[in-house]
């Protein structure tokens, strides 16, 4: 059984960098793209950036571009999502995700990680 | 790049009743096209994947429909814990994923 496990919560400061892990298990660590999703409060779902962990392209949204970062440690089947510069604006609940039977839709999904960006 | 919109964004229904969702795209995504459905405080739960094939475990009441740029998700019959929003999804090129707005299915 496919499970993806987030780390927990954050509280950050305005400026600073926050790196959410999602450790994955139940199927082959390297086939499938994980892919990183948020959601702030009360809004809708928006798409960060995926990555191959076996063979590591990765693409990242436009809007992220240059302070993204998706790494994937294969020793110990996690994914690694780090954003840095936080504002206000990012805090939200980051999820990770992965594509299951069908590779055009995220069937396996972590529990979320609340970020919080606060002075 | 490829929007997606859905209609209504609320829908004010009664258990029993039945849920018709709009979901939209701004040119054709042939078939590629998912349903989610989320609760307060949950990750997205996969519904429909390719237009109309039901995910794992997801009840014969929601069904999948259309191709191209119109696409419609559909709860024969609403039961209490379908009460939650929907969001369409498509994945476009490498792996690249849009969302739509969502649609609330709140009680009447």
């Known amino acids: 059984q496919v499970q993806l496990v987030q780390s927990g919560a954050e509280v950050k400061k305005p400026g600073s960098s926050v790196k959410v892990s999602c450790k994955t298990s139940?199927?082959?660590?390297?086939?499938?793209?994980l892919t990183w999703v948020r959601q702030a409060p009360g809004q809708g779902l928006e798409w960060m950036g995926g990555t191959v962990p076996m063979f590591g392209p990765t693409n990242y949204a436009q809007k992220f571009q240059g302070r993204i970062s998706i790494t994937a440690d294969k020793s110990t089947n996690t994914v690694y999502m780090e954003l840095s510069s936080l504002r206000s604006e990012d805090t939200a609940f980051y999820f990770c995700a992965r594509e299951g039977t069908s590779s055009s839709s995220l069937e396996f999904w972590g529990q979320g990680t609340l970020v919080t960006v606060s002075s | 790049e490829i929007v997606l919109t859905q209609s209504p964004a609320t829908l004010s229904l009664s258990p029993g009743e039945r849920a018709t969702l709009s979901c939209r795209a701004s040119?054709?995504?042939?078939?590629?096209l998912a349903w989610y459905q989320q609760k307060p405080g949950q990750a997205p739960r996969l519904l429909i994947y390719d237009a109309s094939n039901r995910a794992t475990g997801v009840p014969a009441r929601f069904s999948g429909s259309g191709s191209g740029t119109d696409f419609t998700l559909t709860i024969s019959s609403l039961e209490p814990e379908d009460f939650a929003v929907y969001f369409c999804q498509h994945r476009s090129n490498w792996p690249q994923f849009t969302f739509g707005p969502g649609t609330k299915v709140d009680l009447k």
């Open positions: 139940g199927s082959p660590f390297s086939s499938y793209v």
């Open positions: 040119e054709s995504v042939s078939s590629y």
